[in-house]
């Protein structure tokens, strides 16, 4: 892997700012907003006196106390079903789920409840409360520990999906996530959570859901992705750039509420566009962003859409997981066989 | 190194009204007249609630729908030890205490006839949706009786569920938390030994489902769940604890459920016919109507009244009901969020398109 960091480029840094780490720049704003909002509460497995961990939650519970941050049992469904509770009880919950692989005994919870409540009693009653999970490859642990189904949660109606690709976005988007009426899913590229610092406002400031980044601009081809594929395609860009190919990166940030405006724009801009996913490649988000290109942007378009993704496999243990995801050069890969439509 | 025990525990059973209404008065509670007889007419106005649910279900006239016939005392009886602020936490065989919590019955109906709008109760109600996915519920009792605490919110979540819903994992976890971070919450548990066609006995090894609590460090009671009185002595003492902050407990009042599972089931293919003749004769309605009289509070005049009055409820009820104008199709997407993203607003065009509108 190698280090280069996003770039800035719709955004102002004002004064007063740190260099973070992604790790650190969620861990900052949960405490400003458990600061500022007495309701915001912070519950999961070792969040407490552990800190998470990934020391996300690390200083919560001395900052708080264990009325605010509080440790659980070992107990994914529990964990969101309480938080649903808390929520309907007049508080701003956020779960922590230890990785996205172990979602899965919450999903119930999450798919019969968390999305529905608001539709249920036709905003009656409304979940203001945010899933938190580290999600993706790149670490080599064990099985389990690796998976990206941010597909599944898009594919159910009502949960809206964050996932920033850097430090600024993800203290922004965080925030934004937290004080929304709605349940988000927020998930955390642990591959890239302590990969890169960058300059994040010590300040409040949110980064809108539904708000697309484009990192690059770029007249030649898009190249679409979220989370830790940003990385690839930035890396991607860069050696595109070397070759006369003047490549666009648009990272989505949220893909609930997705911004197609920015999707739409810019291939209708450049003519041609990959998406690049962690996910497996069948019924993958990639297939969804494809579609609404052939809706909206079909005559656009100079080339089929390139899909870089993962594998329809289960997520091989570490010593495969190299092969399994996407790399810069597969990306530069589907970017030039569009290029040579 | 001795082997010594660590943990003994004790499940009690309470009743205090027998089938043929005479009261173990060690046990009663101390309710005046008027409020005795208002547990009876609640139970009434249930059951005759009920059967015109029942009805209108073969008329076409609601879909499918689950009774509560049986477990009147149950609900009752947990109703009216409840204080105002307290919270109902449904599962899908409660309209019992919905109602008696203030839900109106024509929502209740509207729910069984297929109109999310059965769930918008009036405001100042402090009843979650039903919940069908079983136990799921109990999780949402324990983490709102959880911020009732945090809150300092003189009120109390209860959890409903069925004896099926004890063997989900949902049951369990939500019983842990309660118990580790001493909810604001009482688990009640009716247990009807039916889970559609599978008794009791095949949920699970142990005697009862009260004593389950034990393993989660709380108290768990059984009561005779069709003796109004006992429910009533064990919900106050349950919710008492709850309020004073010393956690959570677990009631199983044990009831039979009478009807089908819903009206789509038919439990000739399951139930042993003698079983109802033997729960009849333990009819919750009946034996508290034979106490009242002995007590010289009941007579056929008053019987006749409030049957007249129930009669004039469900027909209210009804007609509320059938003045519900039809949904709004765009209703289908317009309620997924509080601000609709581009393609929910699309497909509310596309449906207001359709029906014109």
Redesign the interface.
């Known amino acids: 892997m190698s280090n280069v960091a996003p770039q800035p480029s719709l955004r102002a840094v004002p004064e007063g700012a740190e260099r973070l780490t992604l790790v650190q720049a969620v861990n900052r704003a949960l405490a400003q907003e458990m600061e500022t909002d007495p309701t915001v509460?912070v519950l999961g497995e070792d969040v407490g006196k552990d800190g998470g961990v990934f020391r996300v939650t690390e200083g919560l519970l001395d900052a708080f106390g264990a009325?605010r941050v509080?440790d659980?049992?070992l107990?994914e469904?529990?964990i969101?079903?309480?938080?649903?509770?808390?929520?309907?009880?007049?508080?701003r919950p956020i779960a922590e789920l230890q990785f996205m692989g172990f979602m899965y005994?919450a999903v119930?919870?999450m798919f019969?409840?968390v999305a529905r409540?608001?539709?249920?009693?036709?905003?009656?009653?409304?979940l203001p409360m945010v899933i938190r999970m580290p999600y993706g490859g790149g670490i080599h642990p064990p099985e389990h520990h690796s998976e990206s189904y941010e597909a599944l949660l898009v594919n159910t109606?009502?949960l809206?999906v964050a996932i920033p690709s850097n430090p600024y976005d993800a203290k922004g988007l965080l925030l934004s996530a937290i004080r929304?009426?709605?349940p988000v899913v927020f998930l955390e590229p642990k591959r890239i959570y302590r990969a890169f610092r960058e300059e994040v406002p010590s300040e409040s400031y949110t980064v809108p859901l539904?708000k697309a980044n484009v990192v690059k601009e770029g007249k030649d081809i898009t190249l679409i992705s979220w989370g830790s594929m940003v990385r690839q395609a930035l890396e991607a860009h860069e050696a595109l750039g070397r070759e006369g190919v003047s490549a666009e990166v648009v990272d989505l940030r949220t893909l609930?509420?997705?911004d197609?405006?920015a999707i739409i724009g810019s291939v209708s801009k450049t003519g041609r566009a990959v998406v690049i996913h962690e996910g497996p490649r069948t019924s993958g988000f990639g297939a969804e962003v494809v579609a609404l290109i052939n809706e909206r942007a079909l005559l656009d378009l100079q080339a089929p859409v390139q899909r870089v993704t993962g594998f329809d496999s289960v997520f091989p243990y570490s010593m495969l997981e190299q092969h399994y995801l996407p790399s810069r050069e597969r990306v530069v890969a589907a970017a030039k066989k569009a290029m040579e439509f | 190194m001795p082997k010594k025990p660590i943990h003994e525990a004790i499940t009690m059973r309470l009743e205090v009204l027998d089938k043929d209404g005479k009261v173990d008065k060690a046990f009663m509670p101390d309710l005046s007249g008027d409020q005795l007889q208002a547990m009876y007419r609640s139970m009434v106005l249930m059951r005759k609630i009920d059967e015109k649910a029942l009805n209108m279900q073969r008329q076409g006239r609601i879909g499918t729908y689950g009774s509560i016939r049986g477990q009147e005392a149950a609900q009752a009886g947990l109703a009216a030890a409840m204080e105002p602020q307290d919270w109902t936490v449904p599962s899908f065989r409660e309209q019992g205490i919905m109602m008696a919590r203030g839900v109106p019955a024509h929502l209740i109906y509207a729910f069984w006839k297929g109109d999310e709008r059965g769930s918008v109760f009036p405001e100042g109600v402090r009843c979650l949706p039903i919940a069908i996915p079983v136990a799921s519920q109990f999780v949402h009792a324990a983490g709102l009786g959880m911020a009732l605490k945090l809150k300092g919110d003189d009120a109390v979540a209860v959890g409903f569920g069925g004896d099926g819903s004890t063997s989900e994992g949902d049951f369990h976890e939500a019983l842990n938390f309660a118990g580790v971070f001493k909810a604001r919450t009482v688990f009640f548990v009716q247990n009807n030994q039916w889970a559609i066609s599978v008794p009791f006995r095949q949920q699970t090894a142990a005697q009862s489902i009260a004593q389950r609590a034990h393993g989660y460090g709380f108290e768990g009671i059984q009561v005779d769940g069709n003796d109004i009185l006992a429910v009533y002595v064990a919900s106050k003492e349950a919710l008492d604890r709850a309020r004073r902050g010393d956690g959570p407990t677990l009631i199983e009042a044990l009831t039979y459920r009478m009807e089908n599972h819903t009206t789509a089931d038919d439990a000739t293919r399951y139930r042993p016919p003698e079983d109802l003749d033997y729960w009849r004769q333990r009819d919750p309605v009946d034996r508290m109507r034979k106490f009242l009289s002995s007590q010289k509070l009941w007579s056929d005049k008053k019987e006749q009244a409030l049957l007249e009055e129930c009669a004039a409820t469900v027909e209210a009820e009804v007609a509320a009901l059938e003045a519900m104008p039809a949904p709004d199709p765009t209703d289908i997407v317009s309620y997924m969020f509080k601000e609709l993203p581009y393609n929910l607003r699309e497909q509310r065009e596309q449906l207001a398109r359709e029906v014109g509108r």
Do not use: E
Not at chain 1, 117 to 126: A, D, V, W
């Open positions: 509460l009325g509080m659980t049992p107990a469904s529990g969101v079903g309480v938080a649903v509770g808390l929520a309907l009880g007049g508080f005994p119930n919870q019969a409840h409540y608001r539709n249920r009693t036709r905003g009656r009653y409304h109606p009502g809206k929304d009426d709605d539904g609930v509420p997705l197609v405006d």
